[in-house]
């Protein structure tokens, strides 16, 4: 773990200076949302000491500091970029970039018109367990749950399973689509109980717009972009970034599954 808050060389001093590492989170860096493992965080900052790393994730930071932080260090000291909120929210050596705001693109009366429907929607759901928080308004997006994110693990698991079964978020998002056919967002399936809506082309791979100015901050130029992250399947919260012709996408099955690509990529 101290190895986790070592110096680092500057991103223009790296022996991979034009190369950098984007890691999803949920089961990419860590267990869905549990907190990152010591031996994870030891890796990355092996691989920092050779290329920029970064994250790139939905959730928020406070989510993000909860299961990459640790006591003793900010999320934001343990990678060279932080991408919240696909981006939207962008951080740089603990420094903010530019952001974008969701409710200022969709608008007040469009918004109120849109959550009142889903919760309605979800009022008429008759799942074997429901919870709260079924909406969360984030800066850049927002996160539908029908069963609710104050649901526990282990009813996250179980409805993870209830819903590879019924295709409880598939059927909604369709249902979203023939409501809202010119709102132009787009719906995207991740972790176990919800999923996103945000405006088309503020996936994950809005974040890439940072890399790409960081030519003219510190003269480096991204060449080479490796992205790794579990649902990289079409629908999946992944699959835009993983597919993008600017990445070398990495599909991985769980955080040792991360680490053992790692290894083998950067002879770590």
């Known amino acids: 773990m101290a190895e986790a808050g070592s110096v680092y060389p500057p991103l ?3 022996p991979i200076k034009n190369t950098i590492c984007l890691f999803d989170v949920d089961e990419t860096l860590t267990p869905a949302r549990r907190s990152v493992a010591p031996e994870m965080l030891s890796l990355l900052s092996q691989l920092r000491h050779k290329v920029a790393i970064g994250f790139v994730g939905g959730s928020n930071l406070v989510k993000q500091q909860e299961q990459l932080g640790t006591p003793n260090l900010p999320v934001t000291a343990l990678f060279d970029f932080c991408f919240s909120e696909n981006g939207l ?4 050596f603990g420094q903010n970039l530019a952001s974008t705001s969701f409710i200022e693109w969709i608008g007040e009366v469009k918004y109120k018109e849109l959550v009142n429907w889903l919760l309605i929607y979800i ?3 008759d799942l074997p367990v429901k919870r709260g928080t079924f909406v969360e308004f984030r800066n850049g997006m927002i996160n539908i749950s029908p069963v609710g ?3 526990t693990n282990e009813e996250r698991h179980a409805f993870e399973k209830y819903d590879s079964v019924h295709n409880i978020r598939k059927t909604m998002i369709e249902e979203l689509k023939k409501k ?8 995207s399936i991740g972790g176990q109980i919800s999923f996103d809506a945000f405006p088309t082309g503020w996936d994950k791979t809005y974040c890439l717009r940072h890399l790409e100015e960081e030519k003219s901050r510190s003269g480096i130029e991204y060449s080479t972009i490796h992205f790794f992250g ?3 399947y079409e629908g999946g919260n992944d699959y835009e970034i993983y597919a993008d012709k600017r990445t070398i996408g990495h599909s991985v099955e769980n955080p040792a599954d991360t680490m053992k690509q790692i290894k083998e990529l ?3």
């Open 12 to 14: 223009e001093a790296r």
């Open 89 to 92: 929210t962008a951080i740089r």
């Open 123 to 125: 009022a008429g759901l």
């Open 149 to 151: 994110r104050n649901a």
């Open 180 to 187: 809202f056919p010119d709102i132009g967002l787009t719906y």
């Open 230 to 232: 579990d649902k990289t």
């Open 266 to 268: 950067f002879q770590l």
